[in-house]
T-cell receptor, first 113, second 110 residues
Framework: EAQVTQNPRYLITVTGKKLTVTCSQN?????MSWYRQDPGLGLRQIYY???????DKGDVPEGYKVSRKEKRNFPLILESPSPNQTSLYFC????????????FGPGTRLTVT | SQQGEEDPQALSIQEGENATMNCSYK?????LQWYRQNSGRGLVHLIL?????REKHSGRLRVTLDTSKKSSSLLITASRAADTASYFC??????????FGSGTRLLVRP
């Protein structure tokens, strides 16, 4: 089944404890992206990647890191999480030339205390 | 803000009625997309309309685009309780970022 998977789905952590949220897609998509969703603010893009080893900042990259060493994986790293990073996070991917047609993962609900 | 704006923020209708949501944006576009999100889940791509199109249909969905007014509308006809969700418009900017509006929450009452 073609899909985008994220792990973990739920995470409660403490301020400053490094964490990684994994994202994987099995559709051979070039484009991958991370979003955070907060009430009243809609979805905001954190980072995106046009292809392997190519990443760019989105609208809210501060406090996050990403890497794209393989086509299928695009992990999101929070080196020192803070409470303002409590949010619902989505990973998405899309095929070459069709960035607008994004396939979203199920989401990761992160709480930083 | 680069984000589009959906209007209304929330909409409550009776099953069988039509639901209309609007989206406005600020910069020129090549195309505009509409997505749906069920509570707490990822977005699902519904329909895309290109800048040279004025109207597009897909099942019970009808999307219009007015580039002179920088606005689009999504019409869901004969709504069903299962249509209850949030609906977002999105566009790709010149830096290949996909920008979403803040969404319209639709409640269809049985």
């Amino acid at each position: 089944e073609a899909q985008v998977t994220q792990n973990p789905r739920y995470l409660i952590t403490v301020t400053g404890k490094k964490l990684t949220v994994t994202c994987s897609q099995n559709m051979n998509h070039e484009y991958m992206s991370w979003y955070r969703q907060d009430p009243g603010l809609g979805l905001r893009q954190i980072y995106y990647s046009m292809n392997v080893e190519v990443t760019d900042k989105g609208d809210v990259p501060e406090g996050y890191k990403v890497s794209r060493k393989e086509k299928r994986n695009f992990p999101l790293i929070l080196e020192s999480p803070s409470p303002n990073q409590t949010s619902l996070y989505f990973c998405a991917s899309s095929p070459r030339g069709r960035i607008y047609e994004q396939y979203f993962g199920p989401g990761t609900r992160l709480t930083v205390t | 803000s680069q984000q589009g704006e959906e209007d209304p923020q929330a909409l409550s209708i009776q099953e069988g009625e039509n639901a209309t949501m609007n989206c406005s944006y600020k910069t020129s576009i090549n195309n505009l997309q509409w997505y749906r999100q069920n509570s707490g889940r990822g977005l699902v791509h519904l329909i895309l309309i290109r800048s040279n199109e004025r109207e597009k249909h897909s099942g019970r969905l009808r999307v219009t685009l007015d580039t002179s007014k920088k606005s689009s509308s999504l019409l869901i006809t004969a709504s069903r309780a299962a249509d209850t969700a949030s609906y977002f418009c999105g566009r790709v900017d010149s830096s290949y970022k996909l920008i979403f509006g803040s969404g319209t929450r639709l409640l269809v009452r049985p």
